[in-house]
């Protein structure tokens, strides 16, 4: 069980904030964002989060985010969108660009299923964000089974998800993890969502009320 920040390279952290984030009871932090991200503002936050002795990804939506030093990256694929690009193609281009200095011992491939319909992803990618509990257990189990893949994300950002959702698709998952993110504003709902995903993300809230987002942190304590 793990709890996770997700840091925002286009939003703005005070040094104060960022020692009391190293200071919380996170498991760490995963650096991405969607709009804005430079490889400036990446590379800004990637170095000040780097003294941490907590976990630190750096989550790549943008081929300008790759920082060669970065440690663990991860790759989110968008399961649910209509368009390929979005979960093989932007990859194959990029491989076919880097090859053969890729660092895949050093990557976590991310399969995303966007339930938030209005989040600028689901908006970008296409994502068809009205699925049923049987949808999302096909997804759980095309990740688990057919893809092998070590975490599926459900992403609801902006909007607290369905609990009963997120427990299905846990149900039929052995080794693939469950991450969360979406929508948690208080260590309450932090607490709820953590009882059946593997991990659980917190964003927009360290931006909206730092405190709060503090004291998501300490469920996993
Ligand atoms: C975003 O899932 C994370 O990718 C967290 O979402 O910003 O709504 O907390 P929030």
């Known amino acids: 069980m793990a709890h996770f920040f997700k840091i925002d390279p286009a939003k703005p952290l005070s040094e104060r904030e960022v020692e009391a984030l190293f200071h919380s009871s996170t498991d760490g932090f995963i650096i991405g964002g969607t709009d804005q991200v430079t490889a400036e503002n990446t590379a800004f936050y990637y170095e000040r989060l780097m003294e941490t002795d907590k976990q630190l990804f750096l989550e790549i939506s943008h081929a300008e985010m790759v920082l060669p030093y970065a440690d ?11 368009d390929a690009k979005w979960v093989v193609g932007k990859f194959v281009e990029a491989l076919r660009e880097f090859s053969p200095h890729v660092p895949f011992k050093r990557i976590t491939p991310l399969g995303y299923v966007i339930l938030n319909a209005e989040a600028k992803a689901a908006k970008l990618t296409r994502a068809n964000a009205a699925l049923e509990k049987k949808d999302i257990t096909a997804y759980a189990e095309l990740a688990e089974h057919f893809l092998k893949l070590p975490v599926l994300y459900i992403e609801y950002s902006g909007t607290f998800g369905d609990t009963e959702l997120v427990r299905e698709a846990k149900a ?20 709820e969502m953590h009882e059946y995903a593997d991990a659980i993300v917190v964003g927009n809230l360290i931006y ?14």
């Not at 991450?179 to 607490?191: D, L, P, V």
């Open 172 to 191: 039929v998952l052995k080794e693939t993890k469950l991450w969360y993110g979406g929508g948690i504003k208080s260590r309450e709902q932090a607490a």
């Open 208 to 221: 909206e009320n730092f405190e709060e987002a503090l004291k998501t942190a300490e469920i996993v304590r």
């Open 72 to 82: 663990q990256f991860l790759v989110p694929m968008v399961l649910n969108s209509p």
